[in-house]
């Protein structure tokens, strides 16, 4: 489209350009730049959040995770917004249900 545009012919020296077609090449240009940012940022995203979303809802005591701050631990317990991980023998820590970065497969 960019270089549609900029290849247009220049208008003739004696005659004013046509307002309606700059107009309409103003908005698909506008509609293409705005169909790019979606299909290359804004769908992966929501992608990306929806897995985890999946991830998050699957958690179940006796997965092995990592969190997103890397710590590697085993799920002892899960409530609606917190998981309790063990990270050793007898040591268990409370996190958000959020900053489960993976779950590792056995």
């Known amino acids: 489209m960019l270089?549609?545009?900029l290849m247009s012919p220049a208008p003739s020296g004696g005659s004013a350009p046509d307002a309606t077609s700059q107009l309409?090449?103003?908005v698909v240009m506008f509609g293409a730049v705005i169909?790019?940012?979606y299909f290359m940022m804004?769908?992966?995203q929501q992608k990306?959040?929806?897995a985890h979303a999946a991830l998050l809802s699957g958690v179940k005591k006796?997965?092995?995770v990592v969190t997103a701050s890397?710590?590697?631990?085993?799920?002892?317990?899960?409530?609606?917004?917190t998981v309790t991980v063990t990270i050793a023998s007898n040591t268990n820590i409370k996190i958000d249900?959020?900053?489960?970065g993976s779950v590792v497969a056995k």
Not at 70 to 81: A, F, K, P
Not at 97 to 100: E, G, L, T
Request: proline share 3%; charged share 25%.
């Open 3 to 5: 270089a549609l545009f």
């Open 97 to 100: 249900k959020s900053s489960i």
């Open 48 to 50: 990306r959040a929806k």
């Open 35 to 37: 169909a790019i940012f």
């Open 62 to 64: 006796g997965d092995s």
């Open 24 to 26: 309409i090449q103003t």
């Open 42 to 44: 804004i769908r992966p």
């Open 70 to 81: 890397g710590i590697h631990g085993t799920v002892y317990e899960v409530d609606d917004t």
